[in-house]
């Protein structure tokens, strides 16, 4: 995923630059709302707190961490009812300010409303109601197997929250990419700060200002802030991070976490190969491929980043992909109400930086007022070019010639691993043999981005392209600590004697015959 909040959009060649300080906590805590999913900020709009709650300390943050730390420590977050609570609560927020959603994305990056709907609100709501139907199963305690010794006693896996955590949204899907982890986080008990991109200002606004509304401030808060800011509030510790952006912010929030040995998941990014066989059907292909691509304008991190495929594929695929352009987005895609922009003008500098990469086969247009970069499909690309350097996260689709899947798969393994794979074949043991031969945070085969859709599916990089999982249940145990229970029956001391000094042979053997683990299928011959 491209460089996201907190720091600068930039390329990783490009040095930090420092946006306008901004400093706000929305959301302060009124007495009034004691956990009844409605925030204090309501009715006027938001109301932002007070900001020395650090004065003491030096950090701006210290007093608001503190503040949800002790809510969190009263037990309030933990009930199931509570839980219930707030994410009824994000539902309510979803329905309600639906069209306000809809806007903003649209004024941050022309984002039509149709994949807004998609991404932003309906998957968000099926991720919802996956946890509310749920809920009450995943938190109950795990009874796991027992030795011969505490067959007697309770041994089990207790689902406690971690505590207070931290959830640093990027720019791409600014409501999806937050709100997916805040429904884990609250639905595992926790207190949560949330820290929206403050690239897509319009849709910060909305977050900041009418999110408080619908949650309970004693123990959920956001905040906007700059780089230097959120520089400031990764200083304090948190129970847990989940950052979602690039991997060299990435290695700035785990060095942050690592201060406060502080448990972080990083969703981050990388190039995304797509493998498409001699043995295909090339329309089908051509819609997916296309779709997965410029979809927001390419400005997705799990979008097919370049394809793979031998020179005669290649002159099959081009005129299927012009096709399924023009299908899409009309003769002229400027003027389609179905492709958005890109998102700010150095993030247009950069992605128009790399059409100079093969050449251009479909599309190439640009216009640089409108941040507008035409679906583009550069042919003949070769490793060494600008466009395969780096995740391009625009509406750009290289294409490189491989001669068969044995170099296609090496050409992947030679690179760092994906976020995720696709292949298309019609030949199920093409798929099968990428999927084997490969690795990568996710996999898809005839069809690209579909997987991040189920909430069955854990979503999550490896390597370069991050570590940790979320969606569905993997989002409860994201932020769920398992903790190892074993309660003990009071009496029966004779069985505990084994262990005690002195120690004997016979106590040994006994000791062993009561604790030890054999491998299935073997047999003791007396």
């Not at 009034?32 to 900020?41: I, Y």
């Not at 997916?180 to 986080?185: E, F």
């Not at 500098?349 to 970069?373: F, K, N, W």
């Not at 391009?392 to 976020?419: C, K, Q, Y």
Request: one cysteine or more; charged letters at 20%.
């Amino acid at each position: 995923m491209e460089i996201s909040s907190p720091f600068s959009q930039l390329s990783p060649q490009q040095p930090l630059e420092l946006p306008e300080q901004k400093l706000a906590v929305y959301g302060k805590h009124s007495p009034a709302d004691s956990g009844t999913g409605k925030g204090a900020a309501c009715g006027g709009g938001s109301r932002k707190g007070s900001m020395d709650y650090g004065a003491m300390s030096g950090n701006p943050y210290t007093g608001l961490v503190s503040r949800l730390r002790a809510a969190w420590l009263s037990g309030k977050t933990r009930p199931m009812e509570y839980r219930v609570a707030q994410l009824e609560a994000l539902g309510r927020f979803l329905d309600e300010k639906k069209q306000d959603i809809l806007e903003a994305t649209a004024s941050d990056m022309r984002k039509p409303s149709f994949e807004a709907y998609f991404s932003e609100i309906l998957l968000c709501k099926n991720k919802l109601n996956d946890t509310l139907n749920n809920l009450s199963c995943w938190m109950k305690d795990e009874h796991v197997e027992k030795n011969l010794v505490t067959q007697l006693d309770s041994v089990f896996i207790r689902k406690d929250p971690y505590g207070v955590v931290l959830i640093i949204a990027p720019w791409n899907y600014p409501i999806h990419l937050f709100l997916v982890p805040l429904i884990g986080a609250i639905a595992a008990g926790n207190c949560v700060i949330v820290k929206p991109s403050e690239i897509t200002k319009n849709t910060e606004r909305v977050v900041a200002e009418v999110l408080p509304c619908y949650l309970d401030n004693d123990c959920f808060a956001v905040v906007t802030a700059g780089v230097e800011e959120t520089t400031k509030l990764l200083e304090n510790k948190f129970d847990y991070i989940f950052f979602t952006g690039s991997p060299s912010v990435g290695r700035i929030v785990m060095t942050a976490a690592a201060k406060h040995l502080t448990p972080v998941t990083l969703e981050l990014g990388g190039k995304n190969p797509c493998y498409v066989s001699d043995s295909c059907e090339v329309q089908n292909v051509a819609r997916r491929v296309a779709w997965g691509r410029f979809f927001n304008a390419g400005q997705t991190c799990v979008a097919p980043d370049y394809i793979l495929c031998s020179v005669e594929m290649q002159e099959k695929l081009l005129p299927a992909l012009r096709e399924a352009i023009t299908e899409f987005y009309g003769p002229n895609p400027q003027e389609s109400p179905d492709f958005a922009r890109i998102v700010g003008d150095k993030q247009f500098q950069r992605v128009q930086a790399l059409l100079s990469s093969g050449r251009v086969a479909i599309g190439g247009q640009t216009d640089e007022q409108e941040r507008y970069i035409a679906p583009t499909v550069l042919a003949d690309v070769q490793p060494s070019d600008p466009a395969m350097q780096e995740e391009i996260f625009g509406p750009i689709l290289p294409i490189v010639v491989v001669a068969s899947m044995d170099e296609a798969i090496d050409f992947i393994n030679a690179r760092m691993r994906p976020l995720a794979l696709y292949v298309f074949s019609s030949d199920s043991k093409v798929v099968k043999e990428v999927l084997e031969r490969t690795s990568s945070g996710g996999f898809c085969g005839n069809d690209t981005v579909m997987h991040v859709t189920l909430t069955s599916l854990p979503f999550g990089g490896i390597g370069n392209s991050g570590f940790g999982k979320y969606h569905g249940k993997f989002t409860f145990d994201t932020f769920t600590h398992l903790r190892s229970c074993l309660h003990r029956n009071m009496g029966l001391e004779a069985i505990n004697a084994l262990r005690y000094p002195p120690y004997s042979q016979q106590k040994l053997g006994l000791l062993t015959a009561t604790f030890e683990i054999k491998r299935k299928g073997m047999c003791t011959l007396f």
